[in-house]
């Protein structure tokens, strides 16, 4: 969507690799969400930001919320074959916590 | 717990049939909504609901309806089906509307439109 930038498009990585994919929002967070999905599949829950400099991690993933600057990393650490798939950020603004927005997603490929 | 079902898997229509894509949860959430995914424009809000016997407009809800007659249930409705609608749907929910809750899907709806 137009409120959410995500960045970037695709990535392939070799294996052991860090990686880095950011989330950009044009209005006010109230929340911001990071799924993850395999192709051809529906969407996995990774984690939810909310709170400016807040910072979560699932195993080797971890993401950050920048709230200045409206905009959220998610950052994997020695990636693996297992973290393939579209990441997706997700949000919902202050404007209405009701409607969720959704990034372009992001497509990773991990090369062994 | 089953969490989100959707049905069908697939389905293949003809321009100007119509049809209900099903979706249900047994996890008691009061917020469900429908979403559309499409090749390179992530997931895109049609309608939302945050109770029985409410719903609202999403981003992109023209050429679909929506009613929540009871929690579990929110199906998507097709009046007439146009190419533009071939999609993958995808329905959430989560206990509440917004705040810091985690949306579960559905494994999703493949319609084409010929």
């Known amino acids: 969507s137009q409120e959410l930038e995500q960045s970037p498009q695709s990535l392939i990585v070799q294996e052991g690799k860090n990686l880095t994919i950011n989330c950009t929002s044009s209005k006010t967070l109230y929340g911001l969400y990071w799924y993850k999905q395999k192709y051809g599949e529906g969407l996995i829950f990774l984690m939810m930001?909310?709170?400016?400099?807040e910072e979560k991690s699932h195993e080797k993933i971890t993401a950050k919320l920048d709230e200045k600057k409206q905009q959220s990393s998610l950052h994997i650490t020695a990636s693996q074959p297992s973290h393939a798939g579209i990441y997706l950020c997700?949000?919902?603004?202050?404007?209405?916590?009701?409607?969720?927005?959704f990034g372009s997603g992001t497509k990773l490929n991990v090369k062994p | 717990n089953a969490g989100v079902t959707q049905t069908p898997k697939f389905q293949v229509l003809k321009t100007g049939q119509s049809m209900t894509l099903q979706c249900a949860q047994d996890m008691n959430h009061e917020y469900m909504s429908w979403y559309r995914q499409d090749p390179g424009m992530g997931l895109r809000l049609i309608h939302y609901?945050?109770?029985?016997?409410?719903?609202d407009q999403g981003e992109v809800p023209n050429g679909y309806n929506v009613s929540r007659s009871t929690t579990e249930d929110f199906p998507l409705r097709l009046l007439s089906a146009a190419p533009s609608q071939t999609s993958v749907y995808f329905c959430?929910?989560?206990?509440?509307?917004?705040?810091?809750?985690?949306?579960?899907f559905g494994p999703g709806t493949r319609l084409t439109v010929l």
């Open positions: 609901s945050v109770g029985a016997g409410i719903t």
């Open positions: 959430a929910s989560s206990y509440e509307g917004g705040g810091p809750n985690e949306q579960f």
């Open positions: 930001l909310q709170k400016g400099g």
């Open positions: 997700g949000a919902a603004t202050i404007y209405n916590f009701n409607k969720f927005y």
